[in-house]
């Protein structure tokens, strides 16, 4: 079993409520193989937590979940406070 | 007054529309192409549609020249179509109505071009006909449901051009379809193939088989091979719009519909249309066609059926805004829409 363990800083809990519910709706279909995603805040820190019989599943999971966060963290440095 | 923000991202196509009741502010797209003998991949589409969303989002609303505060709610394409460049797009849009604190809706892809097309022709209550590179349907409303009386069997009508396009190692761009159509006006020779038709059903990839396997063992010069290629798109073309016309045309029959509408990516194409257009004539029926802005996947188009779904009361938790890959047409409550022969009836 493998896991991973991340902890992204936000500026603030608002913001690390936002990135949360911009991904948690989508869980990755597995066919076959066993993997867990977790995601929470604590504060201004979102925290994910991976697990899973492959190594290779877990990286394209977390891959794919740090490039949504990047997607996320630049549409609220651009998007948020506009008028 | 309601304004409404689209967001469509469900293939290799980003766009982002404003609509205010009915009218089109702004409607910007952008398409990722693949080189010459390639299809795009759901990864590199995903990608794209990431690295454009945000500037594409903001020439949206700059166009529309509306403030964030007159803004009532958020679209987006809740399915179908590819996992990955949905996902990128639903994410925009999810953190977007968050920072903004707007409501939120998924919308149906199909649904989305049906409600565009009924805006931009002013269509009352036509027969549809949806092809794209992903779908190949027949529609028709009725009850609160744009039913399904005719579609592929197998792959979209557009997926079998494109791949066509890459067998014979022509352009993506502006799109494949688009630059068959080119080749096809030179073509002078009819090439007969497969023409399959199942009840109202239709079947497109043993055709592209066929195709295929005529455009790989045929030799000659090479003055003769472009022209062969010519003949190729020009008969291929003819066969597939004829089958779509024939389905096209049964509907028409059974629904009693005045109109037919020609939706989807694949409607750009001025022959289909033309071919639709000399069906219609004969039945007594108008063609409602549009231009590549419309017909091609837009965030307008989701904005406007959007629209239709908030003006009727629809709402979404936020929880409940997922993707979905499989979203048939007819799954949709369309209860934007009354049943008017039931209603004069006294049904309901």
Known sequence: MYSMNVEIPFETERHAKIALNSVIQDEEPRAGTHIERKISVERNLLKVSWEAEEARILRTSAQSLLQLLVLVTQTIEQFDGLE | MVIIVGFEGSANKFGVGVIKDGEILSNPRDTYI?????????????????????????????????????????????????????????????????????PLLGVNHCVGHIEMGRLVTKADNPTILYVSGGNTQVVAYSKQCYRIFGETLDIAIGSCLDRFARVIKISNDPSPGYNIEQFAKKGKKFIMLPYVIKGMDMSFSGILSHVTKLAKTKMGSEEEMAQFKNDLCYSLQE??????????????????STEVLIVGGVGCNIRLQKMMEAMCEERGARLCAMDDRYCIDNGAMIAQAGLCAFNAGVRDKLSDCSITQRFRTDEVDVIWRIDYKRIKAGVI
């Open chain 2, 34 to 102: 693949s080189p010459p003998g390639t299809g795009f991949r759901p990864p590199d589409a995903a990608r794209h549609h990431r690295n454009v969303a945000l500037r594409i989002l903001k020439e949206a609303l700059t166009e529309a020249k509306v403030k964030v505060s007159e803004i009532d709610a958020i679209c987006y394409t809740k399915g179908p179509g590819m996992g990955a460049p949905l996902v990128s797009t639903a994410v925009v849009a999810r953190a977007i109505a968050q920072l903004w604190k707007k």
């Open chain 2, 239 to 256: 066969t597939l719009f004829a089958m779509l016309v024939e389905v096209t045309e049964r509907a028409l029959a059974h629904t009693g």
